[in-house]
């Protein structure tokens, strides 16, 4: 997965939204702060260190990231009354890998 | 820890004005009973332990129900298979009353708490393992052998209630609270102080072949479970019971196929 901020709203630390980028293209623009729920992102964004813009870090496909954006929103709008969140089982493979590395 | 909590059923009893009106229905408890129960899977994943309860108790139905054998000058108790550290959770006990005896005590135990004594006692709520709420006598139990226990629901003064089959007992780990309804009323925290533990439903019987039935309600979670828990829930649920065996032949590292072993 690469990390890019490179549109309106993407750049810069105080950005309101990160990009993210899946090893087969597929780019999630998603909200900065709901984002930060995965460890490793929070460390990517939040400034320099052991994480280059733009340097694939891991291969990451396009599935498991769709439902990592879902869990973004789950989480903040999670009540003590809400639904289970769907996940498919022919991605659950992919997921736990991918969100192993995530750290959420 | 584990002080009792005095509070006022103010529900039924028009006269007694509450003493404190602190209620404190739980936060999400009618959400909880509200939902769709349980199956009965989970429902036997909650039960009682069959091997973590008295020997002089036979556990069946999966953990549905248990059995206390007609042994002589003996307590006996029975741990459910989970215990809770965090969030609100309930689960009902129909224990029919002609079944009880002397001592009849529901509520909730550490995993360290002894099940079964020599003689007849209130055995839960005697030690401080232990949280319990006498049914027969109305008092509650902890670290406690019984003649200055307080009364709940506190204002009854002198009056007791009957306690029918069937009460729930609702456990708080969020707020550390445990408490009990009755007929949809919710009677007040009987204990507080309880955050930090991991609790299991408990009882404890003295009466020969009494069957005491346990029906594990749900949880309210205080946060979501991490996305990688549910991904863990998710294979295994598609695996099913019967091949979580062939965990070792996912494509995953070593390290994450203990992780989808629970291990």
Redesign the interface.
């Known amino acids: 997965m690469e990390r890019r901020k490179t549109y309106d709203g993407c750049e810069g630390p105080d950005a309101m939204y990160v990009k993210l980028m899946s090893s087969d293209a597929h780019e999630f623009v998603v909200k900065r702060e709901p984002a930060l729920a995965s460890g490793t992102i929070k460390v990517m964004v939040s400034g320099p260190g052991q994480f280059a813009e733009n340097e694939p870090i891991r291969s990451i496909v396009e599935r498991p990231l769709h439902i990592l954006h879902m869990y973004f929103t789950y989480k903040v709008c999670y009540t003590k009354n809400s639904t289970k969140l769907p996940i498919a089982p022919e991605i659950a493979l992919e997921l736990v890998m991918a969100v192993n590395f995530l750290d959420c | 820890m584990g002080q009792t909590a005095l509070a006022a059923g103010s529900n039924s009893t028009p006269t007694s004005q509450a003493l404190y009106p602190d209620l404190s229905c739980p936060?999400?408890l009618e959400?909880?009973l509200s939902a769709s129960p349980p199956d009965l899977g989970t429902q036997r994943r909650h039960g009682w332990n069959p091997k973590d309860c008295s020997e002089n108790i036979e556990v069946k139905e999966g953990g549905l129900c248990f059995e206390r054998r007609p042994v002589a000058q003996s307590t006996d108790g029975a741990r459910g298979k989970r215990g809770y550290s965090r969030g609100?959770h309930a689960w009902e006990i129909s224990w029919p009353p002609e079944q009880r005896g002397t001592h009849a005590v529901v509520g909730v135990a550490t995993a360290l708490a002894p099940l079964q004594a020599d003689h007849y006692a209130a055995l839960l709520g005697s030690n401080s393992e232990s949280w319990g709420w006498d049914i027969g006598r109305g008092k509650l139990y902890h670290q406690s052998k019984g003649p200055e226990a307080p009364q709940y629901p506190a204002g009854f003064q002198g009056e007791q209630l009957e306690v029918p089959e069937r009460l729930l007992v609702v456990l708080d780990m969020e707020e550390g609270t445990l408490g009990y309804a009755i007929g949809g009323t919710y009677l007040g925290p009987a204990f507080r102080g309880l955050k930090g533990k991991t609790l299991y439903p408990a009882v404890s019987a003295v009466w020969g072949q009494c069957q005491v039935r346990i029906r594990y309600l749900g949880e309210?979670?205080?946060?979501?479970h991490?996305?990688?828990h549910?991904?863990?829930l998710?294979?295994r649920?598609?695996l099913g019971d019967t091949r979580l065996g062939q965990v070792s032949a996912?494509?995953?590292p070593p390290s994450?196929k203990r992780?989808?072993l629970y291990q």
Do not use: D, F, K, N
């Not at chain 2, 309210?220 to 979501?224: D, F, L, N, T, V």
């Open positions: 936060e999400g959400e909880l609100l309210r979670r205080a946060e979501p991490s996305l990688l549910l991904s863990r998710c294979v649920h598609t996912l494509p995953l994450m992780y989808l």
